[in-house]
C-alpha cells in the first residue's frame, strides 16, 4: 500500500490549471499545500482527463498531461488497490458525481488531502484544501 507521512492527492481541475500554466488560479493554502507535498491523483482523474480530451475540452490526452506533469512536479497515479478505494467510494453517499466519489475514496483510503475548489466536496471531506 502507498502510504506515506502525508501524501495529497489533486482534483481534476487542479491538473487541467497546473498543465495549462494556470496556477495563479490556484488559492494560496493550494499552492503551498502542491508545493510542500507528495501528489497523487486517483486513477479516476486520468480517465476524466482523457473522456474531457474525447469530447474536445481539454486538447492533450490524459496520459500526456499525466508525464509531464510527473516530470515538471513529481505527480504520480496512485497504486492502491481498487477493491480498497471501493470500500470508501460507497461511503460517498453525499454525491451522484462517479468521479468525485471515487477521487475522494481514493484521498480517504490513504488518509491524503485532497486540494480541490469544488465546495460540494470541500463541505463533505474534512481533508480538504482550497
Not at 30 to 40: G, N, P, S, V, Y
Not at 74 to 88: D, Q
Request: proline share 2%.
Amino acid at each position: 500500500m502507498e502510504r506515506a507521512e502525508e501524501v495529497t492527492y489533486l482534483d481534476t481541475h487542479v491538473v487541467i490549471w497546473i498543465f495549462g500554466g494556470e496556477e495563479q488560479r490556484l488559492s494560496s493554502a493550494a499552492t503551498k499545500q502542491i508545493r510542500d507535498e507528495e501528489l497523487l491523483i486517483s486513477p479516476a482523474v486520468v480517465l476524466e482527463l482523457q473522456l474531457l480530451h474525447e469530447i474536445k475540452r481539454l486538447k492533450a490526452a490524459a496520459l500526456k498531461v499525466i508525464e509531464r506533469l510527473s516530470v515538471e512536479i513529481g505527480l504520480r497515479v496512485c497504486g492502491l488497490p481498487f477493491t480498497s478505494v471501493l470500500e470508501h467510494a460507497v461511503e460517498q453517499s453525499w454525491t451522484r458525481d462517479p468521479f468525485d466519489r471515487l477521487i475522494v475514496a481514493q484521498a480517504s483510503a490513504n488518509d491524503g488531502a485532497l486540494v480541490t475548489r469544488d465546495r460540494e466536496i470541500r463541505r463533505n471531506y474534512k481533508r480538504s484544501i482550497w
